[in-house]
């Protein structure tokens, strides 16, 4: 999907989602109003412009914060908050989802375009992209689409959720170096490979290289690791060390040698693994 097909896709549901809540009504309520404005600064909320950061971006997410505080399941608002966010990230949404929905393969050549992606997107625009933002905007959707279903209302909001949890998985192994993840990341890299993927199934996506793409990381670990799916940083490092990196020998042996060859080609492919990639196990 190009970044103009994927922009008027979110275009043309932000202007229905308004005319069925708002166009009907008569004079404007203040959480309108600030919708309003959130609407008008998040399209110029640009994440290869940090002149933009503390203007646009800022100005779109306090005004949906707003709304927030009042209604956090307001899905309109989460998704401009989300929005503002990837910008404050220095994430290029459109970018990345391109590079989403265009994955090729199951093979670690998804995680090492990715992480070159990161690095090239970085310095072309001069951000470094923050990843405290980044899980931000995953959590302000997940608030608001808890206990909620696909819809015509809600598609693209889960679009956007199961993308960024996707994109997250991959600029955790991009920006953390090996040795120094964290159990936090461990954490939130299992969350976002079980649910990203559901996620975009549920608005939709069925291209299965996109959804295999998301899950990959978590199904090598999951079966390759001696503590399976209680798997820790130490996976994480070896990760990064095998799929992005071009030396080092991983912690853990997976029941390989001792040399980096040996312990990688064991770590990317466990017994299962393409199993668990197309069925999310």
Request: glycine share 8%; charged share 15%.
């Amino acid at each position: 999907m190009s970044r103009l097909a994927i922009k008027s896709f979110f275009s043309v549901v932000i202007v229905f989602v308004w005319f069925v809540f708002v166009g009907a009504s008569g004079c404007p309520t203040a959480t309108e109003s600030n919708l309003d404005t959130a609407r008008f600064n998040i399209d110029k909320c640009d994440p290869s412009d940090s002149t933009t950061f503390t203007t646009f971006c800022q100005a779109a997410l306090d005004a949906a914060t707003l709304i927030l505080a009042d209604d956090p399941t307001n899905v309109e608002a989460a998704s401009i908050a989300s929005s503002a966010r990837l910008g404050l990230a220095g994430v290029d949404f459109l970018q990345f989802i391109s590079k989403l929905v265009g994955a090729q393969s199951t093979s670690t050549q998804d995680t090492k375009e990715f992480a070159d992606l990161i690095t090239e997107v970085e310095a072309a625009n001069g951000v470094t992209i923050n990843r405290t933002q980044l899980r931000a905007a995953g959590a302000v959707l997940e608030t608001a689409l808890t206990g909620l279903s696909g819809n015509s209302l809600t598609n693209s909001a889960f679009f956007q959720l199961g993308a960024v949890q996707a994109v997250e998985t991959f600029v955790t192994l991009a920006k953390v170096s090996a040795g120094t993840f964290t159990d936090s990341d461990v954490s939130q890299f299992k969350s976002n490979a079980k649910n990203g993927d559901s996620n975009l199934s549920v608005a939709g996506v069925s291209d299965a290289n996109t959804l295999r793409a998301t899950r990959e990381g978590h199904c090598r670990c999951k079966l390759a690791d001696p503590l399976g799916e209680n798997y820790g940083t130490s996976c994480l490092s070896d990760l990064k060390t095998c799929f992005i990196e071009s030396s080092g020998i991983p912690i853990q042996s997976y029941g390989a040698g001792a040399d980096r060859a040996s312990r990688c080609s064991a770590l990317e492919n466990p017994s299962g693994v393409a199993t668990c990639k197309d069925t999310n196990q």
